[in-house]
């Protein structure tokens, strides 16, 4: 996949959001259905792992596309496209990960430096 794909995507995803003025309130809209989408996810493993269910594959990618939805818009509130959120997110692990995870590298990557994956 050409990675400005994602640009198209991001373009479609604005169509759709908030028409507001209100920076602030968007931000919040965004950053908590962010978490929210990501609850959504995490409460149906919940119900896999912990209760028995079968796995909804199906309801997992629904929910991976609603998170893309507010990555999209959190990306746009911060002025920058899809396309450079992938590039950044692929140049850090390159650099974290060069010949791909090692469990090893992850431990011993300085704890308390750096942030997420
Ligand atoms: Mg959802």
Redesign the pocket.
């Known amino acids: 996949m050409d990675i400005t794909t994602l640009d198209r995507y991001q373009m479609e995803a604005m169509r759709t959001a908030a028409n507001s003025d209100n920076a602030d309130m968007r931000l919040m809209v965004a950053s908590l259905g962010l978490a929210?989408?990501a609850g959504?996810v995490a409460d149906h493993v919940k119900k896999v792992m912990g209760h028995g269910h079968a796995l909804d594959r199906d309801y997992v990618v629904?929910?991976l596309g609603?998170l893309m939805w507010y990555v999209a818009n959190l990306a746009d509130l911060m002025n920058v496209s899809l396309s450079d959120v992938a590039t950044r997110n692929i140049e850090k692990l390159k650099a974290r990960y060069p010949d791909g995870f090692s469990a090893e590298r992850s431990i011993n990557r300085g704890a308390g430096i750096e942030h997420g994956v």
Do not use: C, I
């Open positions: 929210g989408e959504e629904e929910e609603d």
